[in-house]
Nanobody
Framework: QVTLVESGGGLVQAGGSLRLSCAASGRTFTMYAMGWFRQAPGKEREFVAAISWSGSNTYYADSVKGRFTISRDIKNMVYLQMNSLKVEDTAVYYC????????????????????WGQGTQVTVFS
């Protein structure tokens, strides 16, 4: 069982930066790939970024590539550094986890993930 709690969302001017954090707890003897998704009002939840358990494999949606960076640390924390934010980045951002037996696995689809955080609102204004 994994519990995920996001933090770091807020209101930011276009061109600015935010760093989202995801605290993962409850993991013991299994490995988890992690991902970030976002959902804007009236839109489907979309993939943003993913990272393998090892931290060495990352993947980004084309819309955020070059601006966002996903990372993890040794304290079961996952981060999404968001730079050069655009108004269209406005959404609720969700952290997600997927059990895996391969430390290099990562996943791109919401249905691939087993656990989800509550979401944190990111609002970008011009």
């Amino acid at each position: 069982q994994v519990t995920l709690v996001e933090s770091g969302g807020g209101l930011v001017q276009a061109g600015g930066s935010l760093r989202l954090s995801c605290a993962a707890s409850g993991r013991t003897f299994t490995m988890y790939a992690m991902g970030w998704f976002r959902q804007a009002p009236g839109k489907e939840r979309e993939f943003v970024a993913a990272i393998s358990w090892s931290g060495s494999n990352t993947y980004y949606a084309d819309s955020v590539k070059g601006r966002f960076t996903i990372s993890r640390d040794i304290k079961n924390m996952v981060y999404l550094q968001m730079n050069s934010l655009k108004v269209e980045d406005t959404a609720v951002y969700y952290c997600a986890a997927r059990q895996t037996v391969d430390m290099t696995d990562y996943f791109h689809f919401p249905t691939d993930y087993n656990y989800w955080g509550q979401g944190t609102q990111v609002t970008v204004f011009s």
